[in-house]
């Protein structure tokens, strides 16, 4: 059972956001996603001013950098800021002249682990005091390249742009939702429904920081800072966000999914429209958070009626079901074979999951 705690912490997530229909289907209200988070709402500016548009600056900047010059060997175009001195980024172009590439100027030196990458981006591990990365571009010697990527680091963890995060992953869950609304497409959960009537927004959303947590992190630090770094990843790099985030199983993208997963979901839900490509499909977030609200139709479709009923009016066990069966697809037939036990069942990381679950559930209602 759901500690009475989380259950405090949860109730007014969902209760004070849902109104119920006749049937006990809970019937979504814009205040189910808010507009913003509170305590991330500014003026405008961050530590220091316009830090937002510096860095999208700063990432045209570089790509132009890269479009207009050749080069014959592997480099990694670098825009840098001195927050104490700098009014706009400059670039700095570095060799891969090993696994460790130096470049020294006047104001110190940056040092480069090629074989430390994020989307294929190394990174810069050192730098002069003052100096802070705003983007990276790798450029190979054939000529093909990365996107332009902009690494997490603490002086770009603003209010700002935590915001810009949590906006960038809400819109795409809303403007999903609109889609599937506007194509009419019926919810198997609740026949003669709209998937975009039952489909949970506020549980999308958590699950797409929750994919994206470091589960050995979640127990050494806190949560709040990593559903920050989250929110600025996606802040900063927005449509280029989590692109080359691939699980060890080969789950992709914002909302990790397995391929057999969304084959079966284009399958299910064929006037859904999802992209055929399965890659192409996760790398475009609108396209995947359509394809998350209909996995989370598709789980609740699993239930006995009796139990999805249960579950309607008692929805801290709504939320942490799907969300178990999003990360293992165990918890229905585990529902069948041990009842309200069934939490005791599940694989020791979908435990976890649970755990990070009420811990986002615990950071999102205090923001």
């Known amino acids: ?112 682990d090629w074989g430390n990458t994020k989307c294929g981006v190394p990174q810069v591990i050192s730098k002069p005091p003052g100096f802070v990365v705003l983007a990276l571009h790798r450029m190979r010697s054939d000529g093909s390249s990365t996107t332009v990527y902009t690494p997490y680091s603490k002086y770009i963890d603003t209010p ?26 019926e919810s198997l959960a609740y026949p003669g429904r709209l998937v975009a009537d039952v489909a949970p927004l506020s549980l999308a959303l958590r699950l797409a920081l929750i994919e994206h947590m470091d589960p050995n992190r979640f127990t050494r630090e806190s949560t709040e800072k990593l559903v920050n770094e989250i929110l600025v990843t996606s802040g900063v790099n927005m449509s280029d966000s989590f692109g080359c985030s691939v699980s060890y199983a080969g789950a992709r993208g914002l909302f990790q999914f397995m391929e057999g997963t969304y084959s079966t979901i284009r399958r299910k839900y064929v006037s859904a429209n999802l992209m055929p490509d399965f890659h192409g499909g996760m790398n475009n977030h609108h396209n995947a958070s359509k394809a998350a609200l209909l996995l989370l139709d598709t789980d609740l479709a699993f239930l006995p009626e009796e139990k999805k009923r249960w579950m309607v009016n008692n929805p801290e066990h709504l939320f942490e079901y799907l969300a178990a069966m999003y990360n293992s697809g165990r918890p229905a037939k585990l529902i069948s074979l041990h009842g309200d036990s069934w939490r005791e069942h599940l694989p020791a990381e979908t435990k976890k999951y649970l755990l990070e679950l009420r811990g986002i559930n615990r950071v999102l209602s205090s923001m």
């Open 1 to 112: 059972m759901a500690s009475f705690t989380f259950l405090l912490f949860l109730w007014p997530l969902l209760v004070s956001v849902n109104a119920y229909g006749d049937e006990g289907i809970p019937i979504r209200t814009p205040r189910e996603l808010p507009s913003s988070l509170s305590s991330y709402q500014t003026s405008g500016t961050s530590g220091f001013d316009g830090l937002f548009s510096k860095i999208f600056e700063a990432r045209k900047f570089l790509l132009n950098f890269s479009r207009e010059r050749s080069f014959s060997e592997e480099r990694l175009n670098v825009a840098v800021l001195d927050i104490n001195h700098q009014d706009t980024a400059k670039i700095l172009s570095i060799n891969h002249s090993g696994k460790i590439s130096s470049k020294y100027t006047e104001s110190g030196t940056f040092v480069v």
């Open 160 to 185: 700002e742009i935590r915001n810009a995060g949590y906006q960038y992953i809400r819109q795409n869950i809303l403007s999903a939702e609109q889609e599937l609304r506007d194509r009419g497409v």
